[in-house]
Structure formats: C-alpha cells, structure tokens
C-alpha cells in the first residue's frame, strides 16, 4: 500500500527505442484519471489528490508540462528532433490492435490522437561562430547512446555544427531560409535532453543544484568589463553551457497579486519554487526601446517626463484604481476604444503611448474604454507586492510550475507514468460515460473521471473546433534591447502592432539571474496572436530590435543593436476558451484542459481547473494547505523522512540570493 510520501515514477531509458512494459504492477482502478501534464491538467491532478482521490496521471511524452515544458538548450533541439520525426510517422494507434480486444459488445473506444499536432511551421536559425570541435558535449551531461558531434575537420564541417549525424537525425526539411545563412536543424548535435525530460522532478533537482554549485565560479556582475571579443560567444560554447539554459515553450509572466500566485500560497505549493522580480517594463516608440516609470516613485524620479506630466499621469492612475466608483467619467466612452478614451483624458500622446501599451497592455483597435481600465487597474494593484513591478517570473522557466503541482499530487499518493501513452477511451453505449481507458500496453485501467489535454484528441473528436494560432519566436542573444550598468535586468517590451491585421508583440528579455540562459546572453521570447507562420509574424519586430551576429560585426564594438545567436520560431495550438460542445460525442465524465493561451498571465489556466474540479468534487476545497507532514498517516503508516527534504525550498544560486522572491511574505506595497 502505497503510503502519502511515495512517488511512483515508471520511466524508460531515453535510447530506448520502443518502451519497455513497465506497467503490469499499475492498479487498475481510480478516481481520475489524469492525462496530459501541463499546467491546468496539474492544478487538477494536485487538487483531486489533496481532496483524497487516487489519481493516475499520464502523459505520452517524456517530459513534465507538454506545452508549458521548458527545456535545455539540448533537450530542445531534442524535442525539435521528435517534432520532425512525429510528422512523419504514420498514426500508431490505428495499426495496434491490442485495445479491440478489451472492448466488450456494449462498449466503443475513442480513439486518442499520437501525434502531436499543435506545432507548426518550425524554423531554426543558427547566426553564432560555427567553431564546433570534435567532442563538444553539454558539461554535465550524461553519456548516452547517441552519436557524437562530428569532427569540424570533416567535409559536412559547416552543416554539421548545427545538424547531426545522418545516423542520429530525420528529416531537416522543414526548415527553410535564405542561403546565406547557416541553418540549425531541430536535432542538435547534442541531442542529450535535461533531467526534467527524463522524468523524474527529483532528478531535475539535483541538476540544478550541480548548476548552482558550478556557477559559484563565475565572476559576478559588478565584476563585467567590456573587453574586445567580449561578447564572441560561439555555437560550441551554447552546446556546452546548454544546461544553463531553460527554455520556455510559452512565454508567460505570473501577477503578483493574480490567480496563480494566489493559488500558490495557498496550497504551499509556492514552497517547491523560487521567483525574481521582472525589474523594467519598457516601450518601443519612434524607433527607441525606453523604459516606462511605474510606480509613484518611478514617475517623479522620471527624466522622460516634465513636471505637468507626470501631474497629468498620476492623476490619470490615480482615477484607474477607483474608475469603478465613478462611472459617470467613463459611461459616455463605454463603446469606444481605450486608445480613443485616452485622447479625451488631457494626457500627451506620450502618457497615452506609456499607459495604452506598456501599462495596460491592451490593443489599440480592439479593446474597449471599461477593458483597458480593467487592465490598468490590475496593472496597479499587482505593483509593490514583491517588487517596483507587477510581475514575477519563475526561476529556471515557466515549466517549473506544472513540475511544482505534480510533486504535490505525488506527495497525496498520485501516480505518475511519463512516456505512458493511451490508446482509447471505453465508452458505455448505454449510459454514454466514459468506464475505463486502456494504454499502450493494452492494460484496461478503470476510472470514474478522466481529465483529457485537448491535444490528445484524435481529428475526429476535434473536426469542428476552430483553433487558433500562437506565434512564438525565442532567441539567444549577447546583449540587451536597453543597456543599463547592469546585465541581470529582465523585461517586459510590448511593440504595437503596425498593419491592420496584425497584432502587438510582445517581447520578454530574461537574463541569466533568472537561471535560463548562460552568463554573457539574454534569452528572449516574442510572442503574439497569429495571422501568418511565427517567422512572417515576429520577424519584422526582430529586425528592429536585434541584428544577426556575423565575423566582422563581432570585430565592431560600436553596434547598436544586440545581436542574435540563434533563433527558433514556431507556431503554437490555441485551444483556449473552447466550448464545450465543439468537441464530437465527448462523453459527460471527460472534461478537456486547453493548451497554453496568448495572454500574459496563467489566470486562464488557473479557472479553468478550479472549474473542471469543482465539477469533480463539488464540495470539496481548492488545493488547501497540506497539513503538517508529521501528522499524515495512510493506511496505518507513519510518514517517512523523506517528506521534509521534498518540501525543502531549493537554495538558490550565489548570483541570486538576495534577489529571489519567496511568496507567502510579500513586502508592503511600495508607492
């Protein structure tokens, strides 16, 4: 019997190339069944857990977070690899007939989907000094059976720094630029993944801290001089340093006073990760990337602003926290939009600029006078709680937080099985409930609810959803968009949009404090609503705020532009805000969980499982707080040791101590 501090992991070796049955031993009766990892999908998993369900989470792939994952640099070129390979490959699950068997005469299967199809359009660019040697590897990976780096004294010496062996690659067709440039295939030639993509949250544990223990060497920021060749990184240096690197698949920031913060605390689940302050928002106008004061402080201390300004300004913010209580100054513009309210509120065209796009964040074209107050007024609740801005991000990335809702899940009894793929879901043709699923293995596992990630749904259930399209971009590059003294900002840019049609971009620039990228780089993530591939979309914002890194501009200290390394773009499924009922003979006991959204913040994904819970357990709690681990006893077994060194917040690294942010005991609101 399995006590609360048990974690059950059924993992395979990553060179396997078919899985091992490693299921035989799983129960074959639950509660819910849970299938899909990412973040919405994990709020459940943890809640039905903690309210004393005996929950089964699955998920076909690898690694936690499905499209919330964050990856080192290997592990994504990896994960480039599978999404070529999947696009090829037929559908597996039509050809295996091992569910037929388990299906009984009043009984029909829905088949679930093998393919990932909510990728599109992947293109990968690769601008830094193709130098890679014989034996370069990722420092610290571990060694597995995939072919190595090829030599650069080889004939292939130039492709084959960004591609791989032929034995270890699949097709690189799917990717297509200019022929002047060096193109960098989805297969790496480290196609060694991180510790989270291998399975295990323990695992990915103790990475970090041999991350934290490495990086104690490094020099410290107020220690960085600018030298000739300073910011010479090469490809072969962004291989070894690739598990410096946590890279988001979505680009989000979390409110300091939002739903998932909130959630955070309350459950103590806040105590599994680590957060820093975004320090600077910023504005790009006229062709200059400047930084928009925020708080009281910020906007008299302001230099961009004159004194009448920042009067009219602070007047303005002033009424936005209140704009509820005195409907009369805005009633009459309630059908306009907020950019057209802005004009009649005696602010310049620069206090417009400043408030429309960088502090509510809101379209110019879309968005109504009572939205974009909404959104200004959050804007101004959220700033003082943990910092001089509203944000907070994650460190090492954004797919720490589906890994933090597993562990507690886990810590409550949940079982969890990576690289576990479902074939079928057994209907009941009489009553039309959902009974059991079988797996891959043909087990048939019994449950009263199934949790679903709409990915997972075969074209058939989905033919008349009409999805839409996340264009996301993520860059490695040697600088920042706005240079300071110092090199650990991280930012938030939002570039409207210019052509109608076409949507504003916004751009998050992380610095290595943020443990995402290696020291001397910036990782950036671009992200908008699509209207055309990720690279039509974002390409024209990346040519204003970066160039490409070539020999002789690495020679010129005077550019002014950061320069790009490596770039990745690709399109993203949308399957938020769905209804229901687009979705063909969905049975009542299923529930769908949407993929990641365009918005900022994680509020979607958070009402969302609250919702599908509370349709689940109608009276129970949302994910309280855990109580105390000494006085948890399963089945007549005392807890074990091993619950207060899993619930120990991590150290963090020598670089960033004092800068990290633990919730649950937030600073007293600044002015």
């Known amino acids: 019997m399995r006590t609360a501090l048990e974690i059950h992991f059924y ?35 943890a809640a039905c857990s903690r309210s004393g369900q005996r929950v089964l989470h699955v998920d076909s792939r690898s690694y936690y977070g499905g499209n919330w994952a964050s990856f080192s640099f290997s592990g994504l070129l990896s994960w480039l690899k599978e999404y070529q390979e999947t696009n090829v490959t037929t559908d597996v699950v039509t050809e295996n007939s091992m569910w037929q068997e388990q299906i009984l005469e009043n009984e029909e299967a829905i ?7 909510t990728i599109q359009h992947v293109e990968v660019f690769c601008y830094a000094s ?46 297509e630029i200019p022929a002047e440039q060096r193109q960098c295939s989805g297969p790496g030639s480290s196609p ?44 072969s240096q962004i291989i070894k340093e690739g598990r410096r690197f946590n890279i988001d698949l979505v680009s989000k920031l979390l409110y300091s006073r939002g739903l998932l913060i909130d959630l955070l605390i309350k459950s103590n689940v806040s105590r599994y990760a680590e957060f820093k302050n975004i320090t600077r928002i910023l504005a790009f106008r006229e062709g200059t990337v400047e930084q928009v004061p925020c708080s009281r402080a910020d906007v008299f201390n302001s230099k961009q602003l ?12 002033t009424f936005c926290m209140e704009y509820e209580d005195h409907p009369d100054e805005y009633k009459a513009y309630e059908e306009t939009t907020f950019s057209e309210y802005l004009k009649t509120q005696k602010l310049t065209p620069n206090l417009q600029y400043f408030v429309l796009h960088s502090i509510a964040m809101t ?25 001089n801005t509203p944000f907070l991000f994650p460190l090492y990335g954004q797919g720490e937080l589906p890994q933090c809702f597993c562990r507690m899940c886990a810590v409550f009894g949940g079982i969890y099985c990576l690289r576990h793929s479902v074939q079928c879901l057994v209907v009941d043709k009489e009553s039309r409930k959902c009974k059991a699923m079988i797996d891959q293995f043909g087990q048939r596992i019994i449950s009263k609810h199934f949790i679903i990630e709409d990915s997972y749904l075969s074209e058939n259930t989905c033919s008349r ?50 443990m995402t990228c290696m020291k001397g780089t910036y990782l950036v993530h671009l ?145």
């Not at 088949?111 to 199809?117: M, R, V, Y």
């Not at 004159?306 to 913010?317: A, C, N, Q, S």
């Not at 379209?363 to 910092?387: H, P, W």
């Open 11 to 45: 993992k395979l070796q990553s060179h396997d190339t078919f899985p091992v049955k490693m299921a035989d031993n799983l129960p074959s009766d639950f509660d819910v069944i849970v299938i899909g990892t990412g973040l919405p999908e994990s709020i459940i998993a």
């Open 111 to 117: 088949l679930l989907s093998s393919k990932d199809q």
């Open 130 to 175: 193709q130098d890679l040697h014989k034996d370069v590897e990722e420092a610290g990976a571990l060694h597995k059976n995939h072919a190595s780096v090829p030599s650069a004294q080889s004939p292939a010496a130039a492709e084959a720094a960004c591609l791989p062996t032929a034995e270890a690659s699949g097709s690189t067709g799917s990717c």
């Open 192 to 235: 060694e993944g991180n510790d989270a993509e291998a399975g295990e949250k323990e695992t990915q544990s103790d990475a970090k801290s041999s991350t934290e223990e490495s990086s104690e060497n490094l020099p410290k920021v107020q220690d960085h001089t600018e030298t000739p060749k300073k910011n010479r990184i090469t490809y």
């Open 306 to 317: 004159t004194m009448v300004e920042k009067r009219m300004l602070m007047k303005f913010l």
């Open 363 to 387: 379209s110019e074209t879309t968005s109504c006078t009572v939205e974009g107050l909404k959104a200004t007024k959050k804007f101004l609740q959220c700033l003082g709680r943990y910092g």
């Open 465 to 514: 959803v009409q999805y839409r399209q996340i264009s996301r971009a993520v860059l490695i590059t040697d600088g920042s968009v706005l240079k300071t003294d110092s090199d650990q900002q991280i930012s938030i840019l939002t570039v409207p949009a210019e052509e109608p049609g076409s949507f504003a971009v916004r751009v998050i620039e992380l610095s290595s404090s943020t």
């Open 527 to 671: 992200t908008c609503m699509s209207s055309k591939t990720a690279r039509e979309d974002l390409e024209g914002v990346v040519q204003k705020l970066f160039t490409p890194y070539t020999e002789i501009e690495a020679e010129n200290e005077q550019v002014e532009k950061p320069r790009i390394l490596w770039a990745l773009y690709f399109n993203m499924r949308d399957s938020s805000d769905i209804s229901r009922d687009c979705y063909n003979d969905l049975p009542p006991n299923v529930y769908v969980c949407s993929g990641p959204d365009c918005g900022l913040g994680n509020d979607n994904a958070v009402k969302q499982a609250e919702i599908l819970f509370q349709q689940i357990c109608p009276n129970e709690d949302f994910c309280p707080a855990p109580p105390n681990p000494e006085d948890i006893i399963l089945d007549g077994e005392s807890s074990q040791h091993e619950v207060s060194e899993s619930t120990v917040i991590p150290e963090t690294n020598s670089e960033t101590p004092k800068e990290s942010t633990v919730l649950g005991d937030p600073e007293e609101p600044s002015e």
